[in-house]
C-alpha cells in the first residue's frame, strides 16, 4: 500500500481555491472575532494592574478608553482598504500598502510587521515557559511551604514549547488556524476571569495596597524620575495592548463574502451570500475591542484596587500560588493561549516566505510538489517537504534565541513601540487619506494629521520609557561604563577608543576582497555582483553585531564580558553551549582556508615561474582515492601546504600568547588596505578633482579611519575583544593609547 502520493501544489482536492486563485475562505464574524481575541488579548492583561497603578485611577482608565477607540478607528480604515478600487484583494498588510502608497513604503511596512510578528514569537516562547514554571513553583510550595527553595530552569519547558509549535506549524495556511484561535479565546476569558477573580477576593478580604487619583506617589513609592518614566512605560504598555493592525489584513483575507464594485455586489461564495469583508471585519474588530476593553476594565481596575501601588507585573505568577490548583489551571490556560497565538502571528512569516520562494523557483520539486500522505490516527494528510524543513528550522530558531536571550521579553517592548505607530496609525490613516482623497489642510485632514502626531508622541515616550526601565534593571548606561565606578577616567578614554576600533576592524574583509572577486563569473559584470555581495554580507554581518552586541550589553551592563560563551560562566545549557562552541570551531576551520589559500597560491605561483620545467612543482597526478574517487594531485602543493599548516600550528603550540601580537599585525593592515589603497585608486580611476568637495571628503575618511581604526589588541577573530582588563591581564592595559599617541605623533 502506497504511504504517499504525489501532486502538484493545490491539486489535491478539486475546489480549494476562489474565483481569483486565491486560496478558498472559510473565514466568519466568529472566526475573525476569535482570531482578533487571540491577537490582543495575552498574559499581558495582568500586568495592566501595574499600568494602571504607574498613572493612577483617572489617567488610566482615560488612556484605556482613549486607545481602544484610536485602535478600532484605525483598524475600521485598514479593513476599508482590503479590496483596491477595482475589487482586487490584497490578502496582505504589505500587497495592501503596495496598492495604496507604493515605493519604499512597502519594504518599511514588511520590516516593522515580520519584525514585530518574529519578536512576538520569540517573547511567547519565554512567556510560555515562565507560566510552566509557575505551574511547578506553585505546586512546591503547596508541598514544602511557601518558604521553600522552588527554582527550576526555563530551558525544559522552552523546548518542549518548541515542539508542540513545530507540529502545528505544520498547518498549511492561516485559513486553517479558526480551531485554534477559538480554544486559544476561551483559554484568555478563563485565565483573565481567575485572575480577576482572585484581585476580587483580595478586595472582598480588605487587605488591599494603596491607591490613588494619580497613582505611584514621587519620593514614598517611586522616585520623581521613575515616576515619569513608569508613567510613559505605563501608558505604551496600554496603547500597545489593543494593537492587532499587524495581523488585521491577513484575518480579513478568510473572510466569505461578496464585494461591493462600482455599485453592483458580486457574489465570492456560491453557496450562500455574504456581507462584503470590510463590514464582517468591522463588526469583528468591534465585538474583539470590545471585548477586550471590558477584560481590560476588570483586570486592570480590580487588580489596582486589590494591590494599590504595589501591583506586580504579573499577579498570576508575581503573587499568587494559593489556591495552587487554580493557579495550575490558569498557567496552563496561558500557555495553552500562547501555543495557539504563536501560530496566528507565525503564519504570515512561513507564507510570506514560501510565496518568495514559489516564485523564485517554480520548477523545484523540493519547494512546490505536495505529498499526500498517510498518518496514523490523522488520515491522509498533504505534506511539502520545504514547508516542513522551513518552519521546523523557524521554530527551532525562535526556541534557541528564547533559550539564549530570555530576557527578551524587556526588549520586545521597545519592538512593539517600533512596529505600533506605523502599522497601527500611520499606514491605515495615509492610506485611508489616500483613498478617501481627503483634501489637504481640510478639517478632517488636520484631524487625521493631529492624530497621527500625537500616537508618534506617545510611541516615543514609551520607547523612552521602556529604554530607561531595561537599563536600570540591566545596569547599562547611555554613556556605558562609569568613570570611578567602572573604570578610571584614562581607562575610560584608552578603552573608548579601543571599543571603537575593534568595531571598524571588526567589518574589514578588504584584504580577501579581490580573491573572492576573481572567482565570479563575468555575467553580469563582476564588480555588480560583488557589490551586491558586499551589501548583503556586511548587511547580514551588521543584524548579527547589533544583535549581539545590544543584547550582550543589556544582559550584561558595563560588565560585559569580551566573549560571553567562554567568559562569563555559562555552562547551562551544556548542550546548547557545547554546540555553540562546536559551531565557532566549524567555521575557524573554513575561516583559516579562506585567509590561507591566497598564501599558497602566492607562494605557488611563483614556483611555476620560476621553475616552469620541475615536474615536482608543475606536474599533476591523478590518483584513486577510497570512497573518495579519481583526485588530482600535485606533490609540490601536498608538500608545501602541509609544511606550511605544521608551521602554524606549531607557532601556536609555542606561542599560545600570539593573538596579543596579531593585534599589532592587524593594527598595521587595516587601515591601508581597508582605507587608503581602495579610495587612493578610486580617486585615480575616476580622476576625482584634487580640493574638490568629493576628494576632500574622501581624504577626510581615509585621516578619520586612520586615527580610530587600528586595534592593537585584536585577537584575529572577525568579532570585538575584550579588554585587558576582562582577560585578567593587567600589563598592557594602554596599548590602545600607545597606538593612539604613535599615530598622533606622526602628524
Not at 463590514?279 to 477584560?295: D, N, R
Amino acid at each position: 500500500m502506497k504511504s504517499f502520493d504525489t501532486v502538484e501544489s493545490g491539486d489535491a482536492t478539486g475546489n480549494n481555491f476562489d474565483d481569483d486563485g486565491q486560496e478558498k475562505r472559510t473565514g466568519t464574524l466568529m472566526t475573525a472575532s476569535a482570531h482578533i481575541i487571540t491577537a490582543v488579548v495575552g498574559s499581558g492583561v495582568l500586568s495592566l494592574a501595574w499600568a494602571i497603578a504607574q498613572l493612577g485611577w483617572v489617567a488610566g482608565i482615560v488612556i484605556l478608553v482613549t486607545f481602544a477607540v484610536i485602535n478600532y478607528y484605525t483598524s475600521t480604515m485598514l479593513a476599508d482598504c482590503y479590496r483596491s478600487d477595482t475589487g482586487t484583494r490584497n490578502c496582505t498588510y504589505m500587497d495592501v500598502v503596495r496598492a495604496y502608497l507604493g515605493g519604499r513604503k512597502v519594504q518599511l511596512c514588511g520590516l516593522a510587521q515580520y519584525g514585530c510578528f518574529v519578536g512576538v514569537t520569540i517573547g511567547y516562547t519565554i512567556t510560555a515557559s515562565i507560566s510552566l514554571v509557575a505551574i511547578g513553583k506553585a505546586n512546591c510550595f503547596h508541598d514544602k511551604g511557601h518558604g521553600a527553595k522552588c527554582s527550576m530552569p526555563n530551558y525544559p519547558f522552552m523546548a518542549a514549547f518548541g515542539i508542540v509549535e513545530i507540529i502545528l506549524s505544520q498547518i498549511p495556511s492561516f485559513h486553517k488556524l479558526s480551531f485554534l484561535s477559538i480554544i486559544a479565546t476561551v483559554m484568555s476569558f478563563s485565565y483573565a476571569s481567575i485572575g480577576i477573580g482572585l484581585a476580587m477576593a483580595v478586595v472582598a478580604s480588605g487587605k488591599v495596597g494603596k491607591t490613588g487619583v494619580t497613582g505611584t506617589v514621587a519620593g514614598v513609592d517611586v522616585t520623581a524620575s521613575d515616576k515619569i518614566w513608569k508613567s510613559f512605560q505605563a501608558t505604551g504598555d496600554i496603547a500597545f495592548s489593543y494593537a492587532y493592525s499587524s495581523i488585521l489584513v491577513e484575518i480579513q483575507a478568510c473572510i466569505l463574502s461578496s464585494i461591493d464594485v462600482l455599485g453592483f455586489i458580486i457574489k465570492i461564495d456560491t453557496l450562500r451570500s455574504s456581507p462584503p469583508e470590510n463590514k464582517v471585519m468591522k463588526k469583528a474588530s468591534l465585538a474583539g475591542v470590545s471585548t477586550t476593553t471590558f477584560f481590560y476594565m476588570l483586570c486592570g481596575c480590580i487588580g489596582y484596587a486589590a494591590f494599590g501601588n504595589k501591583a506586580p507585573g504579573d499577579f498570576l505568577t508575581e503573587f499568587f500560588y494559593e489556591p495552587y490548583w487554580l493557579i495550575d489551571y490558569a498557567n496552563a490556560c496561558i500557555v495553552l493561549h500562547l501555543i495557539a497565538a504563536y501560530q496566528v502571528f507565525a503564519q504570515p512569516i512561513f507564507q510570506f516566505v514560501e510565496n518568495k520562494c514559489n516564485k523564485a523557483w517554480p520548477e523545484s520539486n523540493f519547494i512546490t510538489i505536495e505529498h499526500s500522505m498517510n498518518i496514523p490516527f490523522l488520515g491522509k494528510c498533504r505534506v511539502n517537504f520545504f514547508r516542513l524543513v522551513w518552519r521546523t528550522a523557524y521554530v527551532i530558531l525562535t526556541t534557541v534565541v528564547a533559550m539564549i536571550f530570555p530576557f527578551f521579553n524587556s526588549i520586545l517592548g521597545l519592538i512593539g513601540a517600533a512596529a505600533f505607530w506605523p502599522l497601527t496609525v500611520y499606514f491605515p490613516v495615509e492610506m485611508h487619506i489616500s483613498q478617501r482623497k481627503i483634501k489637504k489642510y481640510s478639517m478632517r485632514w488636520i484631524g487625521l494629521k493631529l492624530l497621527v502626531s500625537v500616537c508618534l508622541i506617545v510611541t516615543l515616550l514609551a520607547a523612552i520609557g521602556s529604554i530607561v526601565g531595561l537599563i536600570k534593571n540591566v545596569k547599562t548606561g547611555v554613556t556605558g561604563t562609569v568613570v570611578g565606578v567602572d573604570v578610571t577616567a584614562s581607562d575610560k578614554i584608552w578603552k573608548a577608543f579601543q571599543a571603537t576600533g575593534d568595531i571598524a576592524f571588526s567589518y574589514s574583509f578588504s584584504t580577501i576582497l579581490v580573491e573572492i572577486q576573481d572567482t565570479l563569473r563575468s555575467s553580469p559584470p563582476e564588480n555588480k555582483v560583488m557589490k551586491k555581495a558586499t551589501l548583503a554580507g556586511v548587511s547580514t554581518t551588521t543584524v548579527f553585531y547589533i544583535l549581539c552586541g545590544c543584547m550582550g550589553y543589556a544582559a550584561f551592563g558595563n560588565r560585559a564580558p569580551g566573549d560571553f560563551l567562554t567568559d562569563f560562566g555559562f555552562y547551562e545549557p551544556y548542550w546548547l553551549i557545547n554546540f555553540a562552541n562546536a559551531c565557532i570551531v566549524l567555521h575557524l576551520i573554513a575561516a583559516y582556508q579562506v585567509f590561507a589559500q591566497p598564501i599558497f597560491q602566492l607562494v605557488e605561483n611563483k614556483c611555476n615561474k620560476a621553475w616552469p620545467e620541475n615536474n615536482f612543482i608543475n606536474k599533476e597526478h591523478s590518483i584513486n582515492i577510497p570512497f573518495l574517487g579519481k583526485w588530482r594531485i600535485n606533490f609540490f602543493r601536498l608538500v608545501w601546504r602541509t609544511a606550511y599548516v605544521i608551521l602554524t600550528t606549531f607557532v601556536a603550540v609555542i606561542f599560545p600568547f600570539f593573538n596579543s601580537i596579531l593585534g599589532l599585525i592587524g593594527a598595521t593592515a587595516f587601515w591601508p588596505l581597508t582605507v587608503y589603497f581602495p579610495v587612493e585608486m578610486h580617486i585615480s580611476q575616476r580622476k576625482v578633482k584634487k580640493y574638490s568637495m568629493k576628494w576632500n571628503a574622501l581624504k577626510l575618511l581615509v585621516l578619520k579611519e586612520f586615527m580610530y581604526g587600528p586595534n592593537p589588541n585584536f585577537n584575529g577573530s572577525r568579532t570585538p575583544t575584550p579588554s585587558t582588563q576582562q582577560r585578567g591581564d593587567t600589563g598592557s592595559g594602554n596599548s590602545g593609547a600607545a597606538v593612539m599617541i604613535t599615530v598622533l605623533d606622526q602628524f
